[in-house]
């Protein structure tokens, strides 16, 4: 079963470096929850991890700084009754957290100005409303 997290196309996590851990479900199963262990814990190291470079290391230490606990990010699944299905999900979500905290930054924004025709617009369509209102008012106003 061990295999390579496959984070981007150009950054996977070795199998060597994942750390698994299992424990009883408090989810659906019936009986058998209290017999097998299907809950999953996944952890990886991110500060020591040979699957980023520095400059990916630097960006997800930096953006995971509130889930890391001694440089390691855990994620955890129950929500299925088995412990394959939990596996499978708990490597979905932390490839979706490592690809968040590597992705680079959106572009700026550049500040732009409405155009002089658009504040015209603008003011008229408050001006006429103005009008709609002011003809709605009685003459004892």
Do not use: C
């Not at 299992?22 to 999953?40: A, H, L």
């Not at 990886?44 to 890391?68: C, H, I, M, P, W």
Request: glycine residues 4%; hydrophobic residues 35%.
């Amino acid at each position: 079963m061990p295999s390579d997290l496959v984070v981007t196309p150009k950054v996977t996590i070795p199998a060597a470096e994942l750390t698994w851990r299992f424990s009883r479900s408090s989810g659906p199963g019936g009986q058998s929850v209290n017999t097998t262990d299907s809950r999953v814990s996944l952890s990886v190291n991110v500060a020591r991890t040979t699957g980023l470079d520095q400059y990916l290391r630097a960006r997800a230490l930096d953006r995971l700084a509130s889930r890391l606990i001694d440089g390691v990010v855990t994620v955890h699944a129950e929500a299925e009754r088995s412990q394959y299905q939990n596996r499978q999900a708990a490597l979905a979500r932390m490839a979706a957290i490592l690809r968040n905290a590597v992705a680079p930054n959106p572009p700026k924004r550049r500040a732009t100005k409405p155009s002089r025709r658009a504040k015209e617009r603008r003011i008229a369509g408050k001006k006429q409303r103005g009008e709609t209102k002011r003809l709605r008012r009685s003459l004892e106003d």
